[in-house]
């Protein structure tokens, strides 16, 4: 068990702790090429067997608390769950670094792409993991990644985005992506306003053999999941967690 913020506790809270469950999380070190990588694995030790996992993508701060907590939530579940790094171990900026740090992968879409597959290898490899039915999902930057990795055609269960920028391409690149898509978004968010919405359907649907689905929430402004954050809009987050059980419950069986 991991000590979290009160309002991070709260969240961890909601999902049940079930019987006789050992959740534990450790810190792992990987690579991608010359670039260390800093992750947090979360699994249910008492468990036995291959199982389902989720590979959980941060917003533009890093891998930091949040996603260690949605982590531990998600291995409460009974699936394992990998906090991925996607900058680099020790690289966790704040305010306009941040933001300046996110635009270097916004701006490298297939170093962006990389970083995501570094961290889908490590989960796929893990003895616990069936690797058949692994979800990626990320926040903010993170929904982006989940994203642009889907569009490599990578051999997902599924993806899901949470509050994510919706980056379109020209031409349209969706002609890979074979994984169902769930887009969980602020109704009043002005990083994703509805033309933004628009342009990205209109784009998955160059390929009609896509699956996906959009849900808006009313009220919810951008990053409306973080708890700790004034843009915490509980009603959309718990909304939007529920749409993100009953997909898991869909893509996994």
């Not at 009974?78 to 740090?101: H, S």
Request: glycine share 10%.
């Amino acid at each position: 068990m991991t000590d979290f913020s009160s309002a991070h506790q709260a969240a961890l809270d909601t999902v049940p702790l079930p019987p006789g469950a050992r959740i534990e999380g450790e810190r792992v070190r990987y690579a991608d090429g010359d670039t260390a990588l800093d992750g947090f694995l979360v699994a249910d030790r008492a468990a036995e067997g291959r199982r389902p996992a989720v590979l959980v993508l941060h917003d533009w701060t890093g891998e930091q608390e949040y996603t260690r907590v949605r982590a531990e939530m998600i291995a409460r579940l009974g699936l394992v769950a990998f906090a991925a790094d996607l900058y680099g171990a020790g690289v966790r900026p704040t305010g306009d670094d941040a933001a300046a740090e996110a635009g270097k992968y916004y701006g490298d879409l297939p170093l962006l792409r990389r970083r995501v597959q570094a961290a889908y290898d490590l989960l796929a490899a893990d003895p616990r993991v069936d690797a058949s039915r692994i979800v990626v999902i990320g926040y903010c930057f993170g929904g982006s990644a989940a994203i642009e990795f889907a569009r490599t055609g990578a051999a997902l269960a599924g993806a899901v985005s949470f509050h994510g920028g919706l980056v379109t391409h020209d031409p349209a690149d969706v002609s890979a992506i074979a994984a169902p898509l769930l887009v969980l978004t602020g109704a009043d968010d002005p990083v994703v306003p509805d033309e933004a919405v628009v342009a990205f359907e209109n784009e998955l649907r160059q390929n009609p053999s896509i699956d996906w689905q959009v849900v808006l929430y009313s009220g919810a402004p951008h990053a409306f999941t973080l708890p700790e954050a004034p843009s915490w809009r509980p009603l959309g987050d718990a909304r939007s967690w529920r749409a993100f059980r009953g997909f898991l419950d869909e893509v996994l069986g």
